[in-house]
């Protein structure tokens, strides 16, 4: 066990050596390939040994003073690094960010309390979970990534090929997300939040124009802000447990409602808002949308954003009906309400999608900051289903816009005919995203529940508002893909590896659809009981049962019927133009006898739920909201 | 078993005769009130006995797919609601069912058509939230979801509910699609929309449409009984007073105003929910 | 099997009318005509009508249009010319753009004479026409049968495209 926990993370930043260091793309590519199927053969051997133990928490690593050492030059290196960047984009502020946590716990390890020797690894169900989640999806997002990177390159004359350095990052992410859900000790835990906060910055700047620079910048400041935050409750948690730097140790001190685990609690979990891009640090992730889409494919849905959640499922039973609880639950259900419905009135189909990531995200913050067994339930779901489609839609994305030139959702008309295999891993993602019988809807109806019976008024309120917009915005986007259309087939010019990941992804996804009670069974209520003692389903079984029931009837029984019914002469009319259609269903004849092209373009109601006119307000309320509840939660502590 | 298999039997064959006369009602109450005589009871079985005689026709062949599927759907929601499932998979499967009609629109690419489509989303923008609150009102008074204990309590649920009902009843009158709320399609024809998103909808799949629009409202008005019913019989009398009430209201609403904006729709439903609704719910949290 | 008689739903196609007519149509539908007692409807939809009113002549601009509302309209159905502009282009039959009535574009079935047409004469033209629809349905047999036949036998001046059955 400990030999294939330090393979998992090591063996990616062995390989990012590697890719920086070959620049021969073919034998990178290969490389590249191998590892990526070697970091999923390592995920299932650790899942294997973990299971064949009894599915029990496990913890290692209690000897490590070298390591220890090693960590702190590391998080020297990241100190520098950033320094050295932003004094050279003339963006000096941000270094303090980076050097003043850094310098302070420096100044704990070499002045602060003697740390207690304890674990530094634990591997239970919630983090068997996040590495097959990391594993599986960053994996095949890597596989993915060598053939959109080629594709890319070859359209995008105008930026520097720099594949060796955008793979080194992949490699270098994947590396610090099995860190750091691995992790136990919250110095380790800090070092790596650290990592993936850089490798960020790096891949959203990686095209260096002068938008990506800036987005980038914005990106680092607001995580590393959230580091800040980690680092002081880092050292807060050192003092008061004395010099027990567990997690675990913080949690149950939490549960048990010692007064003095407040403060890193709320620290930690103010960080987690700002990795997850809750509501006033939301502009990050739209910022990251400039990057290449592999890496807005592995920040929003299988890593980055997912390690804020991650850490708000841990924290969640220490904040359950506390003072930050109410916090987080707040901004999570704001964020969800808020983001969705600035996601009607975008047409930039990545921004859709990082709008309804950020939306969603929402939801899962809001769940954890509830923090029962029953909201944690329905966060989990959320969290896999949503790692899922959403890797699956950033994918099928770039792909699109490899084929078509464009990602804007108003050139999707009839994509399903045009582009019959991505048409249709798109279609299959937007409807796992929110449509009736799949995941999602089931999540957000028990965290529903869930929400009415901790009295949570507001966040009842948002939900409620918030799946009518997500529900607005999604189908909006489908009714394009599918209206039909006259126009040409597009020249699907997908790499075949692009098309293995994405056929994975979408067959995971109706997979999933279909095992989702057997999963809960037999995964996640364990996982429920190991963190709260007991654990039962929020909905009953014979619910989710006729759940997957209904999913097979609705498609299998309209299907025969419609088989059927073809035999049934159809006569097929041309659509209803007051009689001016000129044939083709495309155009009609205008006043002057002459052919005019029709075009038909959704709802967007821009000056009515534009981000220009919400994001500021929203920002406003969010940060005042957060800033009072903070002095709250620390003053009631101090005071 | 056997009698939830009885109660779904009788709601398979019961709903759409009984969808067809309240139509057929609204249309004689209408023109009563337009001081005409107005047409047969049976009409809408005329109506639909024709279109299923008529040459079968579509403007894509999917529509016919969609509309089945919409068709289906909408039938398996009241089936769930009979047999006493849990109220929120109901009204879920509901929405499904509604975007695969809205699919069905929007897959012709025809003008009149898709915009039709994008108004019925919108109409389901403004009614969504309130019928998931109602789901939400009726689990906190009677701390179930499941129909069949629900109608099994001990008071009728409106006494906890006056707010909800309220925000049900005006997102029913969306849902029926009465004036002033009728942006996507209406009853009435001839008008700016052509026929909405059923534009492209002829012979068999407007049939098919019409049945299920039966089915649904059936469902909407059961919906509107749970509130009246309770353990004693003779509230079933009483809900269906009220079902009938509520059916006349809305006719009377129909009749009586012109069809709103959109963006006047969508925030005088939301305030309404939020207000009456969310006020309800509030007190419900506090008292329970 | 019901009657489809009862239930004949209309659409009204105003070609170059002087506007009388048209008024004359809507006025059947008023409370003094009530012609919804007959089921009758106006759909403005030509999928889902069985009946093409047209009033006022055929020019040149609109002969597309009414050919394409009549196409889209699903079998069995009817076409009443109401008006003697609709019948045979009336006053304006010479003048340089109208073609003539509504037969010189679409077969019509019942011509509804008058200048406007008088309502009750409109409800006597539709009441015939749901006949012929009532007919045009019991023969929609024999019709599927042999398309050609039957056309060349009732309508021989409509010319059968293919696949329109």
Not at chain 1, 267 to 286: E, S
Request: glycine share 6%; net charge neutral.
């Amino acid at each position: 066990m400990d030999l294939i926990v330090s393979f998992l993370i090591c063996f990616p930043f062995l390989v990012s050596l590697l890719m920086y260091c070959i620049r021969v793309n073919k034998v990178r590519n290969a490389i590249a390939y191998v590892s990526a199927v070697i970091i999923m053969i390592a995920v299932g051997v650790l899942v294997y040994n973990w299971a064949s133990g009894g599915c029990v928490a496990i913890q290692l690593f209690t000897e490590t003073e070298s390591v220890d050492k090693v960590i702190l030059v590391a998080e020297w290196f990241i100190m520098i690094l950033v320094t050295v960047k932003s004094f050279m984009h003339k963006r000096a502020w941000v270094s303090l960010l980076s050097i003043v946590p850094t310098i302070m716990l420096t100044m704990l390890e070499m002045n602060g309390p003697s740390l207690v020797e304890q674990p530094h690894v634990y591997i239970d169900h919630m983090a068997v979970l996040m590495c097959i989640i990391i594993g599986l999806i960053g994996g095949l997002i890597v596989i993915y990534a060598v053939g959109y990177m080629h594709g890319y390159h070859h359209h995008h004359i105008e930026f520097e090929d720099r594949r060796y350095y955008f793979f080194m990052l992949l490699f270098i992410f994947l590396g610090a997300m099995f860190g750091f859900v691995l992790s136990d000790s919250t110095l380790w835990i800090d070092l790596f939040w650290e990592i993936t906060s850089i490798c960020s910055f790096l891949l959203i700047g990686y095209t260096k124009t002068d938008e990506a620079i800036e987005n980038s910048f914005r990106a680092l400041w607001m995580n590393l802000l959230g580091g800040c935050a980690l680092a002081i409750g880092i050292i807060y948690q050192a003092y008061f447990l004395e010099g027990n730097m567990s997690l675990q140790a913080l949690i149950d001190s939490g549960v048990s409602g010692a007064k003095y685990a407040t403060i890193p609690v709320a620290l930690i979990a103010f960080a987690a808002l700002t990795k997850a891009a809750q509501m006033p640090f939301a502009k990050w992730l739209m910022g990251a949308m400039v990057a290449p889409t592999p890496s807005s494919a592995l920040l929003h849905s299988a890593t980055m954003v997912k390690a804020g959640i991650y850490v708000l499922f841990r924290l969640a039973p220490a904040m359950s009906g506390t003072m930050t609880g109410l916090m987080i639950s707040f901004i999570g259900g704001f964020t969800f309400f808020a983001a969705s419905v600035m996601a009607i009135a975008q047409s930039d189909g990545k921004k859709v999608l990082a709008f309804s990531t950020i939306s969603n995200l929402g939801l899962m913050v809001a769940c954890a900051g509830v923090g029962t067994p029953e909201t944690l339930w329905a966060g989990i779901f959320l969290m896999i289903f949503h790692a899922i489609s959403k890797s699956l839609l950033f994918q099928n994305m770039g792909a699109v816009e490899n084929s078509m030139h464009s990602r804007d959702v108003e050139d999707m008309d009839g994509l399903v005919y045009r582009l019959p295999r991505l048409g249709v891993f798109m279609f299959i993602g937007i409807a796992g995203m929110f449509l009736a019988p799949f995941g999602m809807l089931i999540s957000k109806w028990s965290a529903l529940r869930a929400a009415v019976d901790e009295g949570n008024f507001m966040l009842v309120v948002f939900i409620c508002f918030g799946s009518a917009t997500t529900l607005f915005y999604w189908t909006k986007w489908m009714n394009n893909l599918i209206s039909s259309t006259t126009s040409e087939p597009i020249k699907d010019i997908t790499k075949k590896n692009e098309i293995i990941s994405l056929t994975i992804h979408a067959a995971l996804m109706i997979a999933l659809c279909l095992i989702f009670p057997v999963l809960s069974q037999n995964y996640v209520i364990p996982l429920l009981t190991e963190i709260y003692g007991s654990a039962t389903s929020v909905l009953p079984m014979g619910v989710l049962y006729i759940l997957v029931i209904v999913i097979v009837a609705i498609f299998v029984v309209p299907f025969i019927v419609f088989k059927y019914a073809n035999k049934i002469r159809t006569n097929e009319k041309l659509s209803y133009m007051n009689g001016i259609n000129t044939g083709t269903n495309d155009a009609f004849v205008d006043a002057f006898g002459e052919e005019k092209p029709m075009t038909i373009s959704n709802w967007y109601f821009k000056d009515f739920f534009g981000q220009r006119k919400l994001m500021v307000p929203c920002e406003v309320v969010t940060t005042v909201f957060l800033i009072i509840m903070l002095v709250r939660v620390i003053g009631g502590v101090l005071a | 078993m056997i009698d939830i298999l009885i109660r779904v039997i009788i709601f398979l064959v019961a709903a759409p005769i009984l969808g067809g006369l309240l139509d057929g009602l609204d249309r004689i109450i209408s023109a009563r009130m337009q001081g005409r005589i107005g047409p047969p009871l049976l009409q809408p079985f005329y109506d639909v006995s024709k279109l299923f005689q008529k040459q079968t026709i579509a403007v894509s062949k999917s529509q016919s797919l969609l509309i089945q599927m919409f068709f289906f759907t909408q039938i398996f929601t009241g089936c769930l609601f009979m047999a006493g499932f849990d109220i929120m998979l109901c009204f879920f499967i509901l929405s499904t069912g509604a975007t695969f009609l809205v699919f069905a629109g929007a897959v012709t690419h025809s003008p009149y058509s898709s915009m039709g489509a994008s108004r019925e989303l919108l109409q389901m923008l403004s009614y969504e939230p309130a019928i998931l609150m109602t789901c939400l009102g009726f689990y906190l008074a009677a701390g179930t979801f499941k129909v069949e204990e629900l109608v099994l309590s001990d008071y009728s649920l409106i006494v906890y509910l006056p707010g909800f009902f309220v925000a049900y009843v005006f997102s029913l009158t969306i849902k029926m699609r009465k004036s002033p709320f009728d942006l996507s399609t209406s009853h009435h024809p001839h008008q700016e929309l052509v026929k909405g998103i059923t534009t492209e909808i002829g012979s068999r799949n407007l049939a098919f449409y019409f049945i299920t629009e039966w089915y649904e409202n059936i469902f909407l008005l059961g919906v509107v009984a749970l509130f009246i019913i309770n353990k004693n019989p003779w509230s079933i009398l009483a809900a269906v007073i009220v079902v009938l009430l509520i059916c006349f209201l809305e006719t009377l609403i129909d009749n009586t105003s012109a069809r709103m904006k959109w963006d006047k729709m969508l925030t005088l439903t939301w305030i309404v929910t939020l207000v009456s609704a969310g006020t309800n719910l509030l007190v419900l949290m506090l008292i329970k | 099997m019901a009657k489809v008689k009862r239930s004949p739903w209309l659409l009204h196609y105003d070609g170059s009318s002087c506007n009388g007519c048209d008024i004359e149509v809507l006025a059947c539908l008023t409370p003094v005509y009530d012609a919804e007692r007959f089921g009758i409807q106006n759909t403005g939809d030509p999928m889902q009508a069985d009946i093409l009113l047209i009033t006022g002549g055929i020019n040149a601009q609109n002969q597309a249009v009414v050919k394409q509302l009549y196409d889209q309209m699903p079998r069995p159905k009817v076409v009443v010319a109401v008006g003697v502009c609709a019948c045979t282009g009336g006053v304006f039959k010479d003048t340089y753009n109208i073609l003539g009535g509504a037969d010189t574009t679409v077969p019509v079935d019942i011509y509804v004479p008058g200048c406007a047409a008088r309502p009750q004469a409109i409800i006597d033209g539709i009441v015939k026409a749901v006949e012929l629809f009532q007919m045009h349905m019991d023969n929609h047999e024999e019709f599927l049968k042999n398309p050609d036949e039957y056309m060349r036998k009732n309508h021989p001046e409509v010319e059968l495209k293919k696949g329109d059955e």
